[in-house]
């Protein structure tokens, strides 16, 4: 309904939710409670905004420590499979380190031989004949939780440090930090 100053009386009708709040000019009792819980909220606003401001500092600092870190995890070097219960591993070899027939890599595109090369096993492999490059490009692993826990985007960075500061889940969050990147 429309009238003719162009303005739509059904979007007012919402306001009806309110009416209740007209009970407490007859409770004092009501209008005490509600007036504590009014002055309450100013300083639990500051409070939530310096929880805002600390998350976005530590997810910057995840930003810079981790991005993209969170999606290396071991391949069966003769398949290209992910293994299988997938968690990160580290690119280096000081991080969480693949069984010797499998591969820790993060395939951002098709698999890169030259990053496969150097595994002694691979070369033995392909030298007796037992795989036959190139063997079918692996399936990329997303990450950890289906990929939502990772470093790698603003927003994603600052599910991850709520997830941390809220205490679900922080201590799954370190070890896959960990694998991925120790010290």
Known sequence: MVEESG??????RAFRVLRPLRLVSGLPSLQ??????????VPLLHI?????????IYAII???????????????IFTGEIEDNPSP??????????????LCHDFKVNMSYAAVAERKLLMEAVAAGNI????????????????ITNFDNFGLSMLTVFQCV??????????????AKPS
């Open 7 to 12: 303005v739509d009386v059904k979007a007012l």
């Open 62 to 76: 995840g930003l810079e420590l981790f991005s993209g870190k969170l999606h290396a995890t071991c391949y069966d």
């Open 89 to 102: 591993c580290s690119l280096t070899k000081r991080g969480a380190v693949c069984p010797i027939t499998s």
């Open 166 to 179: 809220t205490m679900e889940g922080w201590t799954q969050v370190l070890y896959w930090v960990r694998l």
């Open 132 to 147: 036959t490059p190139p063997f079918p490009p692996p399936e990329r692993w997303v990450g950890p939780n289906h990929g």
């Open 32 to 41: 005490v409670v509600l007036n504590a819980i009014m002055r309450a909220m």
């Open 48 to 56: 939530a905004l310096l929880v805002i401001f600390v998350i976005i």
